[in-house]
């Protein structure tokens, strides 16, 4: 019988990092996880969740420790998912952002080329649509494909733009199986709550269940391209199961705007004007926002045979489903 594959992933304390870790222990992996600290407040959810797991403490600005990891986990594959992902902290902690989103791949692929993997470990690089970041548009209507421009609009798009440049020179300048996806807005259950589709869902459930009289939020006419992060995941296993590394643009190819979310998640609880629920708050504003994002998943379906499964009204209806659920078990404890 064959050894089963090993996989390190990067982040798996996230929501990607937790969907990526289910999907590879269903497909018979041995799964390793980097974890920050050893007071991680994620720690013990994490076990408690995902006991298949091995978690390794380490962090993307030690490159000791990133060296530690991949010896340790011995991995045929690396999931880099890990990086100061929200846009918004971004602005206020642009350092933080360069060292940990952009160095913080370096140090993850000199990791596995100094512990001499380069031939036989195959890295993933998270990258993100927010690298177009709204700007440049060359292709109205069809959406952002792998050859559109860069403009990110943001220091946490600047960064990952670092890594996905790095991820694509060590692939050409020595011969590692690198690829990077470059995924579209994707939620889900395990969003964090300052990110606002599940910022959105929890905030209604708790309306719903009276523990909160309203949301407050910033502009609501943006619009991005949202998928299911469940189904996100197995585009990233897909890329590296691939025959040649590449990039690919996973997406669902239409955009709804914030409002439109809102709509549809007060309607799960019965309210069709949220208007009076919602309040806006100036802090929530960004210094430079991205109008549109909406990205052109073809190459990944023809090439990878990629599909997503969950439509927009079913992600919202999952998340707050989720959430409802979750409040109601808190409110009963």
């Keep these: 019988m064959a050894a089963s594959k090993r996989a390190l992933i990067t982040g798996v304390t996230g929501q990607d990092g937790g969907h990526l870790a289910e999907l590879l222990h269903a497909k018979g992996y041995e799964v390793f996880g980097l974890i920050r600290g050893q007071n991680n407040p994620r720690k013990e959810a994490t076990v408690a969740e995902f006991p298949y797991v091995t978690l390794i403490e380490g962090d993307l600005i030690d490159p000791t420790s990133l060296v530690r990891a991949v010896e340790v986990s011995d991995a045929d594959e690396v999931y880099n998912l890990a990086a100061i992902s929200h846009v918004g902290y971004s602005f206020k902690n642009p350092t933080l952002t360069a060292d940990v989103t952009a160095k913080g791949v370096l140090n993850v692929l000199e990791a596995v080329r100094i512990t ?35 403009h990110p609009r943001s220091p946490y798009g600047v960064a990952k733009l670092y890594g996905h440049w790095i991820a694509k020179n060590y ?100 309210i069709d004007d949220w208007r009076p629920y919602v309040v806006q708050n100036p802090a929530f504003l960004r210094p430079a926002e991205v109008d549109i994002l909406l990205g052109d998943p073809s190459k990944a379906e023809n090439e990878l045979g990629w599909r997503r499964e969950v439509d927009f009204p079913g992600l919202v209806k999952l998340m707050v489903a989720h959430d409802l659920a979750e409040q109601g078990r808190l409110q009963n404890r």
């Design 116 to 150: 001499g993997r380069a031939e036989r470990t195959k890295v993933y690089q998270a990258s993100t649509s927010e690298m177009f970041g709204g700007l440049d548009y060359n292709r109205p209507g069809a959406g952002y494909n792998e050859n559109s421009l860069f």
């Design 171 to 270: 692939r050409e300048s020595y011969g590692m199986f690198v690829s990077c996806g470059i995924l579209f807005n994707h939620e889900g259950e395990r969003r964090g709550v300052e990110f606002v589709t599940r910022k959105i869902t929890h905030a209604v459930a708790r309306i719903k269940l009276g523990l909160q009289p309203n949301i407050e939020l910033g502009d609501l006419w943006p619009k991005r391209d949202w998928g299911y992060a469940g189904d996100y995941v197995e585009g990233m296993w897909r890329m590296l199961q691939h025959s040649t590394p590449d990039d690919f643009v996973l997406a669902t190819g239409e955009t709804h705007s914030i409002e439109e979310f809102l709509t549809l998640a007060f309607a799960e609880i019965g």
